[in-house]
């Protein structure tokens, strides 16, 4: 405790037997010198929150005023751990309130408040069970309140404060009663048989396998010694069965001990176990079903398709999309209350050099609980009529990205390392020219030497030497595209020549050098992309290692870059592409006569609204492009399209669109207004989904597909159409 406090130990106050229980971080000078918790302006909000009459109980995780009103350290609050246990043992809430990082992290140690906020975790603290449901701390809400976007999201303080209320509410009307599994090691590892290489234990596994042919669902996971099956990497277990029975044997882990004829014996019947009939639930299973069909099932695409699949990890981003929230351990935290990993007590990352026990052990543990967690997510699913989204859009698709994975992009490595030296070459090149400009020896005239690699030099360049304001930003410059476009001149055209060519030599090409200490190239001279179905907030595909959903080819210096694939001999490579797919989504969501019309009839939207911003605006335009030549039309179209179509499709305001297309917001307003005169049903769309948001807290697709509060107008719009 703070001896200096004037309340040295502040004593939890309010109701005996409590619906919630509130737990703060710490106390706050007021409260301090009050003498009682919560007495704050920012508490004051919190209180008006609450139902009248509500029986809250009030207490911090640190029951001591910091010194100088900081942040508590750990090992502050680990001082009042026991006590503050103790009285939630003690008063029994139904709900403990947690508010702030510190408070959340009091119970989950590496929560993030933006991933767990608003989830219900089932806690057990000294044998009393109840709900955790962190949030963020009111003086977060009243400090983000007026701005326009909250720090790591593009959603307004305005809205986060909006449903910050709803999720307090939601607390005193909690029904539901929580469940923790019980971690008791024999209740931990009941139903689980595992194997080192004992031959009688592994004729009592394949003898447990075909008996569960008989499952109609059983849940499987792979241990392995990397993350990828393409190089000299292995399968080091397998374990498979339900929460009731669940068998786990090695694969060719180091340390086990079993002949190579009872370990065909062990695939051979978990093979056959496959085909059987039953459906199967990985918990990642594009990561699982990889590995399966390149090492065991000999790339054989029936392999594929002729098995029905499940992934509980899927399931948890078609409940909760938020990133950071769909692991087996958060997601076995937060609908059965345990730390799964913690308790096998294993350095995930060094499987193979853990003893073979340990990690059959281990992955037959996974399995075990994956199941319990799949029977509860799938009735989550079917209860917020879910399912059919995640079985037709999501866990639908999986093995057909296994499969483009696996088939992969042949590299040309001659082509790649003929690109490096042109590269190489013309880096050096525009080096010289930025050398020979004014403005780079005016700069070598006052500092000696100018790299234009250097952001701090160019940054130094255009403040200090050339006296340019354009790139000041609050209290720091900066020189991003943005800024040395605004500068221009052929310095600042030849640094961002200088970058796309250097970042298009590090960022693409070195990687795809078989040799190089970055290589994304394996033995097979393939590139194996990794395709993403958790990974983004819209639940839109992405792709790692590389992007091949992004590779360049607009820009002069990198379209070149895809000469480094070549397709297998007999076969062509194809690009495709949907031809106006957001346009048909919005159409198809508002059901617009004159959006649908124009796209049966071809009719350019684009080019029409060029025509007309330059009809309406000729001296605007011309100050922007010039003589407006029929040749230029193509490019102005391109714009109207990035900066008045899509941007209104999408929720932008008028005076942020007169903005982009240089003209004065009164003078633009008409036309805006014909805009939506014209496509007045997509504007009606938009004001339903807003409407619809504001009530339900989600913003649903066509396919069925969910995206929770908080969100900002662009998102509630967008998401739908992404």
């Known amino acids: 405790m703070n001896p200096k406090a004037q309340t040295p130990e502040m004593q939890p106050t309010g109701s005996s037997s409590p619906k919630v229980y509130v737990l703060g971080v710490a106390p706050t000078i007021e409260d301090d010198e009050e003498g009682l918790p919560f007495t704050s302006r920012a508490s004051e909000y919190l209180r008006k929150q609450f139902p009248r009459g509500a029986d809250v109980r009030f207490n911090y995780i640190c029951r001591t005023l910091p010194p100088k009103d900081r942040a508590p350290t750990r090992v502050e609050i680990e001082c009042f751990r026991e006590s503050v246990e103790e009285d939630i043992a003690k008063t029994k809430p139904d709900v403990i309130l947690a508010l702030g990082k510190e408070a959340l992290q009091w119970c989950i140690p590496k929560g993030k408040p933006l991933v767990c906020r608003g989830r219900s975790f089932p806690v057990n603290v000294r044998g009393h069970v109840c709900w955790f449901e962190p949030l963020h701390s009111p003086e977060f809400i009243i400090a983000v309140k ?18 910050w209320q709803i999720e307090v509410a939601r607390a005193f009307d909690k029904k539901s009663t929580p469940r923790v599994v019980s971690t008791q090691p024999r209740d931990l590892y009941e139903g689980v048989t595992w194997t080192c290489g004992d031959p009688k234990e592994v004729r009592e596994i394949v003898a447990a396998m075909k008996r569960m042919q008989k499952q109609t669902v059983l849940t499987s996971d792979l241990e392995t010694d990397a993350l990828r099956p393409y190089g000299e990497s292995t399968i080091l277990s397998i374990s498979v069965g339900t929460d009731k029975e669940t068998v786990s044997f090695p694969v060719n882990h180091p340390d086990a001990n079993i002949t190579p004829d009872d370990k065909y014996l062990l695939l051979d019947a978990y093979h056959a176990l496959l085909k059987s009939g039953p459906s199967f639930v990985f918990h990642n299973l594009a990561f699982d079903l990889e590995w399966l069909f390149v090492l065991l099932a000999e790339e054989d695409p029936k392999f594929l398709f002729d098995i029905k699949w499940h992934d509980s990890m899927v399931a948890g981003f078609v409940l909760d999309e938020r990133a950071g929230g769909h692991s087996l351990d958060f997601m076995c935290f937060e609908h059965m209350g345990i730390n799964l990993k913690a308790l096998s007590n294993i350095d995930r990352k060094r499987l193979a050099q853990a003893p073979c026990e340990k990690v059959v052990k281990y992955g037959g543990l996974d399995t075990k609980y994956t199941h319990k967690l799949w029977k509860i997510v799938r009735r989550k699913m079917k209860e917020q009529k879910l399912l059919t989204h995640y079985r037709r859009e999501q866990v639908s698709r999986i093995p057909t990205l296994v499969l483009a994975q696996a088939k992969g992009f ?87 020549d200088l970058r796309r060519a250097t970042k298009a030599r590090s960022t693409y090409l070195r990687p795809l050098v078989q040799s190089s200490d970055v290589s994304i190239v394996w033995p097979d001279h393939r590139v194996h992309t990794k395709f993403n179905t958790t990974f983004t907030d819209t639940g839109r595909l992405s792709s790692e290692d590389p992007n091949m959903q992004n590779f360049p080819k607009r820009n002069q210096i990198t379209r070149q870059l895809r000469r480094a694939f070549i397709p297998t001999k007999g076969h062509v490579i194809i690009e495709v592409d949907y031809g106006q797919i957001e346009a048909r989504v919005i159409a198809m969501m508002s059901k617009d006569e004159s959006l649908v019309a124009s796209l049966w009839d071809r009719y350019d939207i684009h080019m029409a609204w060029a025509e007309r911003l330059c009809a309406d605006f000729p001296k605007e335009m011309k100050s922007q492009y010039g003589k407006i030549e029929p040749c230029m039309m193509g490019r102005l179209r391109g714009d109207v399209k990035n900066r008045v179509v899509f941007p209104a499709f999408f929720g932008a305001k008028m005076p942020y669109i007169a903005r982009m297309v240089g003209v004065a917001p009164d003078d633009f307003a008409p036309v805006f207004d014909d805009f939506w005169d014209m496509f007045a049903d997509v504007l009606a769309w938009q004001k339903r989904s807003i409407a619809e948001y504001t009530k339900t807290g989600v913003v649903r697709c066509l396919t069925g597909r969910v995206r929770h509060a908080p969100l900002s107008v662009n998102q509630i719009i967008n998401t739908p159409v992404q």
């Open 410 to 496: 042949l590299t040309d490595q001659k082509a790649v390392a003929s690109m490096l030296t042109e590269y190489d070459a013309e880096i050096e090149s525009i080096e010289k020219k930025i050398e020979k400009t004014s403005e780079a020896k005016q700069y070598v005239k006052r500092f000696k030497v100018f790299n234009p690699h250097a952001p701090k030099q160019v940054a130094a360049l255009y403040r200090d030497v050339l006296k340019r304001d354009e790139g000041r930003k609050g209290k720091r410059y900066s020189v991003d595209e943005e800024t040395l476009k605004s500068i221009g001149g052929k310095c600042s055209e030849l640094i961002l």
């Open 146 to 163: 007026n701005e326009k976007k909250v720090d790591g999201t593009k959603v307004p303080g305005k809205e986060f404060g909006r449903v």
